[in-house]
């Protein structure tokens, strides 16, 4: 398939920090070229450290990535944009095109107490990767 055929897919959160850049690095990992993959924020924060250390622990590297704002994919069309926490599907904007809205809200690792957050990436990461791998194999 070519980068023009590739079905589109945007992952939004808040901070776009933890959660949608997790499930960008592994929907690419899971699905190869099979989409062309994507994420943002409603309110970028910058990419959190321990999400780099989980996806690294499972040899994904997420290192070179960057918050973005939603507003950067405006205009675009995405056949999918799929929502990882309740904050971003409730603000989240409608995309042209008529791409399918999913969501799944997962735990915030980085709410969690600073001795146990690194565990709580590692868990919302495999969460994702399991729900990602059903996305990947049905396309919903």
């Known amino acids: 398939m070519t980068a023009t055929t590739r079905q589109r897919v945007l992952f939004l959160c808040t901070g776009n920090s ?3 850049q997790m499930a960008e690095g592994l929907l690419r990992h ?3 070229d099979q989409f062309e993959v994507f994420s943002a924020g409603t309110r970028p924060t910058g ?3 321990n999400a780099v250390t989980a996806m690294a622990e499972i040899g994904i590297n997420i290192a070179g990535s960057r918050s973005k704002s939603v507003d950067e994919f405006s205009g675009q069309q995405f056949e999918y944009v799929f ?3 309740d904050n971003a599907k409730e ?3 409608i995309f042209p095109g008529g791409g399918r809205r999913l969501h799944q809200s997962f ?3 980085a709410a969690a107490p600073a001795e146990q957050q690194l565990g709580v ?3 919302v990461r495999d969460q994702i990767a399991d ?3 059903a996305f990947a194999e049905n396309k919903q």
């Open 107 to 109: 735990e915030d690792p």
């Open 91 to 93: 603000s989240c904007p």
């Open 47 to 49: 990419l959190n450290a």
């Open 18 to 20: 933890a959660r949608s």
């Open 131 to 133: 729900r990602l791998r």
């Open 121 to 123: 990436f590692r868990r």
């Open 83 to 85: 929502t990882v926490c």
């Open 30 to 32: 899971i699905a190869g």
